[in-house]
C-alpha cells in the first residue's frame, strides 16, 4: 500500500506522479515561462472540447463553483432569464447562485434518478420567451448520471437561446465536441477528468458572448469578460494565479493527449466502472442508478441497512485500508458513491474490491 491513500472520490482523486513532480517548481507570475505556460494551458483545455476557432479558454482561480458563480455572473445579465434543468445538488446549486446575483432563475425538475427530458425543455421555451439562457449539469456527480447533452443542445440553439454547461465531472473523458455542439460557455476544473489537483476553474466561451457581458458582472474577481480581456492584452491573469496549480494541470494536458485523448481515457474509466460494478454486485451492493443513464464517472450504490451497515464504519475500514469513498448526496435513499476516475486502472479497483469484501466480513461479524 502507498504512502498516500488510493481517493475514490470526485475530486480530489488520485494523481499521476508527474503530475504531482510538475508542482515541485516555482514560478514568477509575471515571468515569461509562466506566461507561455498560461498560453499551452488555454489552447490545450480548447483542443481537448474541440473549440479552437470557435470558443476562448478563460481560466480562473478557485473551485469548480468558482467557475460556475463567475460564467453565471457575467453572462446572465440584469435583464436575462436563466433556466435551470435539474435532477441533483449541481443543478440546485446553479438556481442558488443565480438568485445570490439577483438574476431571474426558472427550473425545471427530475427525479434525481432520471436524465433531462429534451421534449420538456422544449416546451418550456416555447411557453416563455423571456428564457435567454438555459444551464445543463453534463453528468451530475450527485449520482453519475448522464444527462442528453447533444439533444438538449440542439434544442436549446434551435429556440435561438444560449447554453452553459457544467462539465465538470465530464470534461475530459466524456464527448464534448464544441465542433458541433452549440453550446454557448463550458465549465470545468482542473481536479476532475483531467486528473490535475484543486484550485483552478475555467470556462471555454463563445467570444460574441464574453463581448457582450462587458461590465455584467457584479464581482470584480468574478468577471470572465475582463479576466479574458487581460489575458489577451498580455498574457497575463489579473490576480496572482496558483502557479503550481497551472503547471500541475498543464501536465496532465500533457498526459491526457499521451494517453489519446478523451476517447482513451473514456475507455479507461468504463473498465474501471465495469471491474466495480461486477465485483460490488458479486458482494451484495446494487447500482442505484439504471445502467442506462449511468456514467463511468462516479457510481452511487445503496447501503444495504438490513446487513448492518452503516456509512460511518464502512467508510473508516475502507479508509484504514487505504481507501477513501464518498458519502452519499441523495436525499430519497442512504447511499454511498465510489468514483471511477483519477490516475488509477483495474486492478486498483480489484484490490478496493478486496478491501470491501474483507471490511463487510468484519462489519457483518462484529
Not at 40 to 48: K, S
Not at 163 to 170: G, T, Y
Not at 238 to 261: I, K, M, N
Request: charged share 20%; glycine share 8%.
Amino acid at each position: 500500500m502507498s504512502e498516500s491513500p488510493i481517493l475514490l472520490t470526485p475530486g480530489p482523486l488520485t494523481t499521476s506522479i508527474e503530475t504531482r513532480r510538475a508542482m515541485l517548481r516555482d514560478w514568477g507570475s509575471r515571468d515569461p515561462a509562466f506566461i507561455a505556460l498560461t498560453a499551452e494551458l488555454r489552447a490545450r483545455l480548447l483542443a481537448v472540447a474541440r473549440g479552437e476557432g470557435t470558443h476562448v479558454a478563460v481560466p480562473l482561480q478557485g473551485s469548480g463553483t468558482f467557475i460556475v458563480e463567475a460564467a453565471i455572473a457575467t453572462l446572465i445579465g440584469p435583464t436575462d432569464k436563466l433556466l435551470v434543468l435539474i435532477n441533483g445538488a449541481y443543478g440546485e446549486r446553479m438556481v442558488t447562485i443565480g438568485k445570490r446575483m439577483g438574476r431571474a432563475v426558472e427550473a425545471i425538475r427530475w427525479a434525481e434518478d432520471r436524465p433531462v427530458e429534451p421534449a420538456r425543455v422544449a416546451e418550456a421555451l416555447r411557453a416563455d420567451p423571456s428564457i435567454t439562457h438555459v444551464a445543463l449539469v453534463h453528468c451530475e456527480t450527485t449520482t453519475g448520471i448522464l444527462n442528453p447533452l447533444e439533444d438538449v443542445a440542439a434544442i436549446v440553439a434551435g429556440a435561438g437561446r444560449a447554453l452553459l454547461l457544467d462539465a465538470m465531472s465530464s470534461f475530459g473523458a466524456l464527448p464534448i465536441d464544441l465542433s458541433t455542439t452549440p453550446v454557448t460557455a463550458v465549465l470545468a476544473s482542473s481536479n476532475k477528468c483531467l486528473e490535475g489537483v484543486p484550485g483552478l476553474g475555467f470556462a471555454l466561451v463563445e467570444p460574441p458572448a464574453l463581448e457582450r457581458a462587458k461590465g455584467v458582472s457584479p464581482s470584480l474577481s468574478f468577471d470572465l469578460h475582463a479576466q479574458w480581456k487581460g489575458f489577451e492584452a498580455d498574457g497575463q491573469w489579473r490576480f496572482t494565479p496558483p502557479v503550481q496549480v497551472v503547471a500541475a494541470l498543464v501536465e496532465a494536458l500533457r498526459l491526457l493527449e499521451t494517453e489519446g485523448g478523451p476517447k482513451a481515457r473514456h475507455a479507461r474509466y468504463s473498465d474501471n466502472f465495469r471491474t466495480l460494478l461486477a465485483g460490488m454486485r458479486r458482494l451484495g451492493f446494487e447500482l442505484f442508478l439504471d445502467e442506462a443513464v449511468q456514467a463511468p464517472i462516479i457510481a452511487t450504490f445503496h447501503l444495504p441497512a438490513d446487513r448492518g451497515l452503516a456509512f460511518r464504519p464502512f467508510y473508516e475500514a475502507l479508509a484504514a485500508r487505504g481507501f477513501l469513498i464518498y458519502p452519499g448526496k441523495l436525499t430519497q435513499a442512504e447511499t454511498f458513491r465510489i468514483g471511477c476516475i483519477g490516475a488509477l486502472d483495474r486492478h486498483d479497483f480489484e484490490r478496493l474490491l478486496e478491501a470491501v469484501a474483507e471490511t463487510v466480513r468484519v462489519l457483518e461479524a462484529a
